[in-house]
């Protein structure tokens, strides 16, 4: 190794351990139920699950549970990606067939190909920017956001250098074809509440 590579490596492992030491704090403290907690660049943001919020993310998990066994869909479990500190408990996950966690009981972001996120008030800005960014680093396929504010959806595909190469806008009422995509798949959008 050079010393470039010895400094990423010992860089990467205090960050997966300085990680893991917040949420082990997170996990002492009283936390309101109803909250979803998460680490977005070394922040801590806590945020309410609003009924809006919650229909839009049973609405994605039951469509992608027509094509996908119920092990491979997830939400609001942690999963780290690349950059300072992030520990997300993303709205909506798919992972790729055959995943494991790793020995910290983790599932890694290499194995993750399909996200979706529905927007909160307080923690929207996270949503189209750090954690996009950090989606796109991973190489996600498919990034979707909700939007109940605006009635909206983005879709962001083709991942490279850190950023989507195709962003598309659908407005709710709309179907998102996912055909072309690792998901393959049509959402439909047509039940999602607005706030």
């Known amino acids: 190794m050079t010393v470039l590579e010895d400094r990423i ?3 990467e492992s205090d960050n997966e351990s300085t990680l893991d030491e917040m949420f082990d704090r997170l996990e002492t403290m009283p936390v309101p139920e109803g909250y979803k907690v998460e680490i977005v660049e ?14 839009i993310i049973l609405d ?3 469509q992608l549970r027509t ?15 690349p950059g300072h500190l992030n520990g ?15 020995e910290k009981g983790h599932w890694r972001h290499e194995d993750v190909e399909f996200v979706a996120e529905v927007i909160s008030k307080g923690t929207a800005a996270n949503d189209y920017g750090p954690k996009k ?22 879709v962001y595909t083709q991942p490279k250098a850190g950023d989507y190469i195709t ?22 959008t047509d039940e999602f509440p607005r706030d």
């Open 133 to 154: 960014t950090a989606y796109a680093t991973a190489e996600v396929p498919v990034y979707v956001i909700a939007d109940p504010y605006k009635g909206t959806c983005y």
């Open 167 to 188: 962003r598309t806008r659908v407005d709710f009422g709309t179907d998102i074809d996912l055909t072309g995509t690792v998901v393959d798949l049509t959402l439909k």
């Open 42 to 55: 070394g922040t801590v943001y806590m945020s309410p699950q609003r009924d809006t919020h919650w229909e």
């Open 88 to 102: 997300f408990a993303t709205d909506v996950t798919v992972v790729k067939e055959g995943a494991a966690k790793t």
């Open 60 to 62: 994605i998990v039951e």
């Open 67 to 81: 094509k996908y066994p119920r092990k491979r869909v997830k939400s609001d479990v942690r999963i780290d990606y």
């Open 9 to 11: 490596a010992m860089a």
